[in-house]
């Protein structure tokens, strides 16, 4: 192996090291990393920044300012408020009608965003309750990455995978992920209410100040509100459509961000921009560099062939290795630059003769996203949730999370390997 090859491993598992450690801030991680790879020569500047997915980054900050926006008109609030009452006040009700919400929230404006927002307004409503607020957030954690799983923008793996891949449409991971998010989400559902059921009861006194909440007033601003619905509708149409459009997802989802800033006005503007999580756009950016080294120096295309080699380039075998190994890497690796990295291996595979890569990129893509599920440092919507809660003086602890999240992310796993091989392989 060349010198450089070796360098660019050295600094990639020093990077990835430093990221799991959460010692140092993941992005700063990241961006030195990245800034390593170009300064040591390992790869050149121009080359660099050819790496740089923009359609991901685009897609994410579109996505945030059309979210952020809304979330302004106090539309979330509302509707967790409404499914309460629609659950008659009764905590367990109210855990699985929130976790729906989240779920598909998930899917369609993505999960990290739909944590922010959800968080918040369950403690609003486990405070009323005066209910353990953590069974909750963890049924909703579990739920947030498997809504995330069912479409391009529900959570950043599948964003990558997307952009990385132009075949694979809006529509086409509807079509593909959707129907094994849905089979997951509906095995869950009476399970968090099995797992949680002692932990959350109430009295009927509190249940009723639930019901005496009016929830309509808790929608602040209805002209945004109409607005932010008009551009939210348009932009998901845009999904739908951009194949047919011949657009990028990220030239829908900025187009419904600046469209909606215009009709908001220009003193909007500042505030929606300094809302975007500026930390993990950077992030991807120096991660994107990181894994620009190993491609470059060919570090990936070797891990292809291994890989190959092990299961003899058998489809079925190929795949299952992706999901697997995908699932348990994800669990306790940040999902993300898990995926980087194997982008690019299963690019080098086609190169090398495997015919079919579809089953190898949903393989991926439910590894990496239900692969979250398994600890608490498995995706970035857990590690938000944890902190938010902490704030609030009720921790997750790793390990607590870790005896529920595990196993049910095992659980969705078998119901994953079951559904890839009998949709994609017999």
């Not at 539309?75 to 009764?90: E, P």
């Not at 498997?146 to 952009?163: E, F, K, Q, R």
């Not at 009723?208 to 929830?215: A, F, L, P, T």
């Not at 909606?260 to 500042?270: D, I, P, Q, V, W």
Request: proline share 4%; charged share 10%.
């Amino acid at each position: 192996m060349e010198q450089q090859a070796i360098l660019a491993i050295a600094i990639f598992l020093i990077i990835y090291a430093l990221i799991i450690s959460e010692k140092i801030h993941r992005t700063i991680v990241a961006m030195i990393g990245g800034v390593l790879m170009v300064a040591l020569g390992i790869v050149g500047q121009e080359t660099a920044v050819h790496h740089i997915d923009f359609n991901t980054l685009g897609l994410l900050i579109g996505m945030m300012i059309i979210v952020n926006i809304t979330a302004e008109t106090g539309l979330f609030r509302y509707m967790a408020i409404w499914a309460a009452k629609k659950a008659k006040g009764n905590p367990v009700a109210i855990l699985l009608a929130l976790c729906v919400i989240t779920a598909i929230g998930s899917a369609f404006l993505d999960n990290v965003t739909t944590i922010l927002l959800m968080v918040p307004v369950t403690f609003s409503i486990t405070r009323q309750l005066r209910v353990n607020p953590v069974p909750y957030l963890i049924a909703q954690i579990i739920s947030s990455n498997v809504g995330g799983t069912a479409t391009l923008i529900g959570d950043p793996p599948n964003i990558m995978i997307g952009s990385a891949v132009p075949e694979l449409t809006f529509m086409a991971f509807i079509g593909n992920l959707a129907p094994i998010a849905g089979i997951i989400m509906l095995v869950y559902l009476p399970l968090f209410a099995f797992l949680f059921r002692k932990q959350i009861r109430t009295t009927p006194e509190l249940t009723r100040g639930i019901m005496e909440i009016d929830e309509r007033q808790l929608i602040t601003n209805r002209k945004l509100l109409i607005k932010s619905l008009f551009v939210l509708g348009l932009t998901i149409l845009g999904f739908f459509l951009h194949q047919a459009l011949h657009l990028e997802s990220a030239t829908v989802a900025l187009a419904g961000a600046f469209l909606l800033l215009l009709l908001t006005g220009e003193h909007a503007m500042e505030q929606a921009l300094t809302k975007v999580e500026w930390t993990t756009i950077f992030f991807f950016v120096g991660l994107f560099v990181l894994v620009s080294g190993l491609i470059e120096t060919g570090v990936i295309a070797e891990l292809a062939a291994k890989a190959i080699e092990w299961t003899g380039g058998d489809a079925i075998a190929t795949s299952m290795l992706i999901l697997w190994l995908s699932a348990i890497a994800s669990a306790f690796l940040d999902n993300i630059p898990f995926v980087a990295t194997m982008i690019p291996m299963i690019q080098e595979m086609g190169n090398m003769g495997v015919g079919n890569l579809e089953p190898l990129w949903w393989s991926l893509a439910l590894g990496a996203c239900l692969g979250g599920n398994g600890s608490l440092i498995g995706a970035s919507a857990n590690l938000i949730a944890a902190g938010l809660s902490a704030k609030e003086g009720y921790p997750i602890r790793f390990v607590h999370f870790l005896k529920l999240g595990f196993p049910l992310m095992l659980l969705s796993i078998i119901l994953a390997s079951g559904y890839i091989y009998l949709r994609y392989l017999m």
